[in-house]
């Protein structure tokens, strides 16, 4: 038996049961389809029966992670299913809000520019400070995983060379000569293409948005040239399968931005948070980057496949 095992042990028994029991007593007075009536859906303490919800947004990492939270739920006694690809921060926040999912996975920094666009916190712990000030009420997250995922500006090698370029503090002067690639959202967000102005004083020649979070379509275009930059998760393999290069940001216009849980305060109880942050102890980095390798590479496994393998190994099923 692995440590993790032993200490998310140590943690579960006392969960299941309480769950067990606190899901047994809520059977007698809840039926009903838990997106129907969001006041009734069962998430390990609201008093319902109905499965617990976990969205997610509309690409493969938000997916894969919600799978984990929803697997290690499962593992644990408690009713969970999934709600994926729901759309952008805008729309999946507002399913929290409105009770048609009780949790998602989300990302530090830009949760906190999502409520105060003029925060200024950078490092992750002054997001982590500031975060839970930031959420309306109703909202709440959980603990950070040393998992993170930045949004990065990403050119080829053959673009590096051209212009010379390594840092975002050389990009202001060739700006106008590149085409950007990125989410829709990203024209309109503060890190985007405000803040690449106001940082680098970066306007580029034209915007192209792209609605693949980062992934095959973008990564094809930027190979291809028809895009010169491209807004890249940094846990996205192809950075490292096609020798990308990824700007270095010294003036972090990309601020930290570690994987946590945005529940429904109302509606997650506490053994639930419990699983999650138990989740959350042993997400790195380097299992995001494997895990999306997984999925969008080679082996083309599903979302669920890959998160049943990651709860597997960490001894979350065991």
């Not at 890249?232 to 270095?248: M, R, S, Y």
């Amino acid at each position: 038996m692995t440590k993790t095992h032993k200490r998310y042990r140590r943690i579960g028994a006392p969960m299941v049961a309480a769950v067990a029991l606190a899901l047994a007593l809520s059977a007698c007075g809840a039926t009903g389809d838990p997106l129907s009536n969001p006041e009734t859906t069962g998430s390990g303490g609201t008093g319902s029966d109905g499965p617990l919800v976990v969205g997610s947004a509309a690409f493969p990492e938000s997916e894969i992670i919600a799978e984990i939270y929803a697997g290690a739920l499962e593992a644990a006694g408690v009713k969970a299913k999934t709600k994926p690809a729901i759309g952008s921060r805008e729309i999946y926040v507002g399913a929290v809000r409105d009770g048609s999912v009780d949790l998602v996975p989300e990302y530090s920094g830009n949760l906190l520019l999502f409520f105060n666009p003029d925060a200024t916190a950078a490092s992750a712990e002054e997001i982590m400070d500031a975060l839970p000030r930031a959420l309306p009420e109703g909202l709440a997250v959980l603990e950070p995983a040393e998992a993170q995922n930045k949004d990065s500006m990403v050119i080829t090698q053959a673009t590096s060379e051209k212009y010379d370029l390594t840092s975002l503090a050389d990009i202001g002067d060739v700006c106008g000569e590149l085409v950007l690639g990125a989410p829709p959202e990203f024209a309109e967000r503060a890190y985007g293409l405000k803040g690449l102005k106001e940082k680098y004083g970066c306007e580029f020649k034209s915007f192209e948005p792209l609605n693949d979070g980062g992934g095959a379509v973008t990564v094809q275009a930027l190979i291809e040239n028809d895009i010169q930059v491209a807004d890249i998760f940094t846990t996205t393999p192809a950075i490292e399968d096609h020798g990308l290069v990824v700007l270095e940001d010294p003036k972090n216009n990309f601020i930290a931005q570690q994987v946590l849980p945005l529940i429904s305060e109302e509606r997650v109880g506490e053994q639930v948070r419990d699983v999650l942050n138990s989740v959350s102890a042993e997400l790195t980095t380097d299992d995001l980057i494997s895990l999306n390798r997984q999925v969008s590479g080679d082996q083309k496994l599903s979302a669920e496949k890959a998160a049943h393998g990651w709860l597997e190994e960490n001894g979350f099923l065991e």
